[in-house]
């Protein structure tokens, strides 16, 4: 069993910078695949950012690319999405997730995703 919770959202100006954090509990972290998703009023949820076991690969949204990245810290067990620039339609419920299957490098596809955290709200204003 794995749980996870989400910091760091809030409201936002067009153009600052935001980092939401995941913390995982358990002893294993470092099995799982990571990922962030977010969720818009009314939409459905969309993939934002992947990352492997280790840290070593990547793989964003194309909505995201360029300005935001998904790095880790195993030590910590902890899981971070950096937002650079962000713009209103990156308006959204965040949601940390985990990965187990062992043949996974890393996923966009949510239905792959054994764990999620509650979420956390970015609001970027104009």
């Known amino acids: 069993q794995v749980q996870l919770v989400e910091s760091g959202g809030g409201l936002v100006q067009r153009g600052d910078s935001l980092r939401l954090s995941c913390a995982a509990s358990g002893r294993t972290f470092s099995n799982y695949v990571m990922g962030w998703f977010r969720q818009a009023p009314g939409k459905e949820r969309d993939f934002v950012a992947t990352i492997s076991r280790r840290g070593s690969s990547t793989y964003l949204a194309d909505a995201v690319k360029g300005r935001f990245t998904i790095s880790r810290d195993n030590a910590k067990n902890m899981v971070y999405l950096q937002m650079n620039n962000p713009r209103p339609e990156d308006t959204a419920v965040y949601y940390c997730?985990?990965?187990?299957?062992?043949?996974?490098?890393?996923?966009?596809?949510?239905?792959?995703?054994?764990?999620w955290g509650q979420g956390t709200q970015v609001t970027v204003s104009s």
């Open positions: 997730a985990a990965a187990t299957a062992s043949g996974l490098v890393y996923s966009g596809h949510g239905r792959q995703y054994d764990y």
